[in-house]
Every structure is written in C-alpha cells, then in structure tokens.
C-alpha cells in the first residue's frame, strides 16, 4: 500500500510540500500523543497518528524517519510548524477525522502494527 | 539577603482535586509552621482563591505569590507565577477566552469551591477547570512573560500532564524560568533520567492538594520574594541562589 493510496482512500489533506507519495510505502502505523511514547514505539519509516499539532512532532518524525504523520480531529498545525516540517522534509498530513477511525480504516486496507 | 524556603505549588478548594482542608487559614498555618515562608497559589486553569490566601497571610510573615497551574492544549500543566494580583487576574482574563465552556461535573471530579479569608463559602466555580486551554506551551510562556511572570513546566518527570511525556523534550527555543519535579524523585536522579534538565534551572514541589503535602524544598537566598528576585536566584545571578533541600518540620 503507497502513501498515495492511502491519501485517496482517507481524503488526507497534504499540509506539506508534495512528494512522489506514489514510491512510498510505510513500514507500519503507530498512534499516540504523548511524544515520549512514540521515540519509544513507533516504526521506523512507518505512519505515526495523532492529534498534537505542536512542532515537536516534527522532529520526532525526522527522528524516525516516518513516511508521515496522520494529523487528526482537524487539529491544524501552526504556520510555522509546516515550514519546520518541509524544512526537514517530513509529510504532515491532516483529517478530521478522530485517530480511532483513522486506525480503524487503515487496518481495514490491510495495514498491521508493521 | 534573606532565606526564604519556599513552596511554589499549592492548591486550595477551587481546584476539584484538592482536598477539602486547603483553605487559606489552614494553608497558612501549615506553612509557618512547617517553616516555610513563601508560597505560591497555583490552581487548575484560575486565581479565584488567591486574594482570599493572602488576606489570610497578611502580617504572618508567609508570603503568598499569585499564580496559576494552567493546563496547555498539549496538556502540559505549567506554572505561571506573578508579583501582584493585578497581573495574575490579567493573565485569568486571556485563559478565559480560550478555556472551553464545560460545566464541572462534581460527581466525577470533584468541588470547586471559591472561598474568603476564613475558608467560607462564597460560591461554587461553575466551570470544569480540569481541562485544556486552546493555549500552546509557546504562546502560555510568552503570555505570562508579557506579564511580567514566571513559567515553569509543572512536575516534568511524572507520566501525566508533564512537559516530557507529553512533548517528548522541550524545544530549546521556549524560554522557560526553570523546570519543576515533583516529589518522586531527587533532583540528582532526575538529571540522569532526563538529560535535557542539566540545561535548565529546577525546582521542586510539593504540588500540594492536601496539607500534610507541603515540602518546602526550595530554599531561595534572595532580597525579598518578587519574581525578578526568584528570576535572578533560578538564574544564580547577583548573588542570589536557589538550593534545593528538604525542609525540618518544625511540628
């Protein structure tokens, strides 16, 4: 499953510059907001969901090389935080969605813990 | 120069997690008598009973800061902490603006009580305070500092509510006064479990919601009990100094 896909299938808003999202494909999905969680247990190259907007999701994404993280509840980051984010050329996108449904269909195309 | 041992996290009745004894007369006389003679009132998301805490103080020789623990939209709880009353009501009216309109559900949480200098009644806080102001860490510290306060990230190396968890590190551009641990653990060992603290002042704290909670851990050697003077002590500028130890019970 591409990135791509999983953009269409979900209608994600892209927030940050576009990529070939067609030549990505991530490794496994983790969620949570508490940061300290995710260094801890998310996949490397894998999608990372959460409702925290603040810029310190964006170094934790580079940190683990995430193919993108799934912003969810329409929680839109600040300005700042999407230069931050295509400055260290991160993915940030953004639904309305809560993270459970998010999870929920993702699990349904097929996507497991990684 | 004075020595002023200091307890900068108290609670009162208005936050619904304290306990029903936290009111100013006996907040007072559990302080003095436990030595400690600065404090500060730091409630969930309000200053309501502040001005009640320092009328009960007055020519006791405790002195009472005016403050708040406000909950972030990270959920980060941070201590804002001022000289006057004027500034800490200032900063209420920006919190109100971006606190949500949700009624406390005392079943679930608990009282808040809003009381006078005796501890009497005068109404109930109709609003849940245990909740997140629309506010991020950024804008909070750079709110109170507009204001003339202090901003310390309450209790970093506990699981909930705490910079670390929450965050995962905090970016070097906040310009925090310092970093709070609680009572769990010392400052030594909380250096090694949390590397980042090395770079920052600390303080510790009792984060009272019942009278036998106090600590009195920070002994600052200061002028007298201003915020610049707590600045320069957290800073270890100009001769003023910030220890931190466990306090003798006096009782």
């Given at each position: 499953m591409t990135l791509q896909e999983i953009i269409d299938r979900l209608n994600l808003t892209v927030l940050t510059e576009k990529k070939d999202f067609t030549a990505i494909t991530p490794s496994g999905v983790y969620a949570s907001d508490l940061l300290s969680c995710v260094m801890a247990g998310a996949h490397r190259r894998g999608l990372w969901i959460t409702l925290q907007s603040h810029v310190n999701i964006v170094a934790v994404a580079?940190?683990?090389d995430l193919s993108a993280v799934i912003i969810t509840e329409g929680s839109t980051p600040e300005p700042d935080v999407i230069q931050k984010a295509n400055r260290e050329e991160v993915t940030l996108l953004l639904t309305p969605a809560p993270t459970y449904t998010v999870a929920g269909k993702l699990w349904e195309l097929g996507l497991r813990e990684g | 120069m004075k020595t002023y041992t200091a307890e900068l996290h108290v609670h009162t009745v208005v936050s619904p997690c304290a306990a029903v004894e936290m009111i100013p007369p006996l907040i007072v006389d559990e302080a003095l008598s436990r030595g400690i003679n600065l404090i500060a009132i730091t409630d969930h998301n309000t200053t309501a009973n502040v001005a009640a805490v320092q009328e009960a103080a007055r020519e006791t020789g405790l002195a009472v800061?005016?403050?708040?623990?406000?909950?972030?939209?990270?959920?980060?709880?941070?201590?804002?902490?001022?000289?006057?009353?004027?500034?800490?009501?200032?900063?209420?009216?920006?919190?109100?603006?971006?606190?949500?309109?949700?009624?406390?559900?005392?079943?679930?949480?608990?009282?808040?009580?809003?009381?006078?200098?005796?501890?009497?009644?005068?109404?109930?806080?109709?609003?849940?305070?245990?909740?997140?102001?629309n506010l991020s860490l950024e804008n909070a510290v750079a709110g109170v500092h507009r204001l003339g306060g202090l901003a310390i990230p309450a209790h970093v190396n506990r699981k909930a509510f705490s910079l670390f968890a929450?965050?995962?590190?905090?970016?070097?551009?906040?310009?925090?006064?310092?970093?709070?641990?609680?009572?769990?653990?010392?400052?030594?060992?909380?250096?090694?479990?949390?590397?980042?603290?090395?770079?920052?002042?600390?303080?510790?704290?009792?984060?009272?919601?019942?009278?036998?909670?106090?600590?009195?851990?920070?002994?600052?050697t200061i002028a007298r009990p201003t915020i610049a003077e707590l600045k320069l002590a957290l800073q270890g500028q100009a001769g003023r100094r910030l220890e931190i130890r466990p306090a003798e019970k006096t009782t």
């Open positions: 580079a940190l683990l | 800061l005016p403050g708040m623990e406000l909950q972030t939209k990270e959920e980060i709880h941070l201590l804002c902490l001022f000289d006057t009353l004027e500034q800490a009501e200032a900063w209420q009216a920006h919190v109100d603006i971006h606190l949500p309109d949700l009624p406390n559900n005392i079943d679930y949480f608990g009282e808040q009580f809003v009381v006078d200098a005796t501890g009497d009644f005068i109404r109930r806080e109709p609003r849940l305070l245990i909740t997140s102001a929450n965050l995962g590190f905090l970016p070097p551009d906040v310009p925090v006064d310092g970093l709070e641990i609680s009572r769990h653990i010392t400052p030594d060992e909380a250096r090694r479990q949390f590397p980042q603290l090395q770079h920052y002042p600390l303080i510790q704290s009792g984060d009272v919601h019942f009278l036998h909670e106090f600590l009195g851990a920070n002994r600052f």
